[in-house]
């Protein structure tokens, strides 16, 4: 038996390395397809791309944020001085002014573009270094790994409830079936009360009489409706069994099962049906809010 899988978790995956450390984080939560957004710093967009790639192949339907955040170690976010460019800019400096630089003016040359690298540079060479880019995308399949674990796992509470939702409406069914049986009884009492009240029982003709409780009776027949209603359960109980991605077909499902439960209300002409029929509409509407959580 598959599992079904909800659409909302939450995965969290760490690492570290010489470099530095890093931090996937994934999200999910419910969308009528899919939808992957993926945060990352400046360069990495390399693994944008592949994250993108790995989600398609784990999910069907879901909003997904999925992060990327990178904390570079003091060795390597550290400032970094060019000495070669600080050396040029030092004599050039010091033969304009003819003679040697102050302290000052040696730190005034540090601030120049290129003299000092700071974290930004490392994080560039991070994503130019392809070991530490395979280290990353490694760690980006086990958090997407496991954020389809935590979907499972939302999927295993959803099935418990959608099956007991289902034998719920099945066993409302069952109890509509037996209140329906009496249907023609109550209609053929019904006529007979009315005639009798306009004093023309009397003057009908008995097969005329009889015409018209078949016609009526045809129009009150919900057998049909609960037959359906009964073959609709049976396929809500394959459709779980057969796990996800089913979320639209039982979205769909329960739309049909509303418009019969809408149809056997209509025709009812007991008090006890009319509220068989809104009690399993009343089941529906809790059905189809737990299906729309379903991939």
């Known amino acids: 038996m598959s599992v079904l899988s909800g659409m909302t978790g939450f995965a969290r995956v760490a690492g570290e390395a010489d470099w530095g450390g890093w931090a996937w984080e994934a999200k999910s939560v419910n969308g009528r397809g899919l939808d992957v957004r993926v945060n990352t710093p400046p360069g990495f967009d390399g693994l944008d791309r592949a994250v993108k790639a790995i989600a398609s192949k784990a ?10 955040r990178i904390e570079l170690s003091d060795q390597a976010g550290g400032a970094v001085i060019d000495e070669a460019l600080l050396s040029s800019l030092k004599d050039a400096a010091e033969r304009a002014h003819g003679g040697a630089l102050s302290s000052e003016a040696i730190a005034t040359l540090m601030t120049m573009k290129g003299v000092v690298e700071t974290g930004s540079t490392s994080l560039r060479d991070v994503a130019a270094d392809e070991g530490a880019m395979s280290l990353l995308l490694k760690s980006a399949e086990q958090v997407i790994k496991e954020l389809e674990v935590a979907r499972h796992a939302e999927g295993v509470s959803l099935a418990s409830m959608l099956g007991e939702l289902v034998e719920e409406m099945s066993a ?9 049986a009496e249907q023609p009884a109550l209609l053929k009492a019904r006529l007979s009360k009315q005639l009798e009240e306009l004093g023309a029982e009397q003057k009908i003709d008995p097969d005329r009489l009889a ?35 089913v979320g639209r077909k039982l979205d769909f499902l329960a739309q049909e099962l509303n418009r019969e439960a809408n149809t056997l209300c209509s025709k009812s002409i007991s008090l006890d049906l009319t509220n068989a029929g809104l009690s399993l509409k009343g089941t529906i509407d809790q059905f189809k809010e737990q299906a729309a959580n379903v991939e």
């Open 211 to 245: 015409a018209e409780l078949a016609l009526t009776a045809a129009k009150a027949d919900v057998r049909e409706e609960l037959d359906r209603l009964q073959a609709h359960f049976q396929s809500a109980r394959e459709l779980m069994s057969a796990g996800s991605p």
């Open 172 to 180: 409302v069914t069952d109890s509509a079936i037996s209140l329906a």
């Open 59 to 68: 999910f069907n339907r879901g909003s997904l944020q999925v992060s990327l």
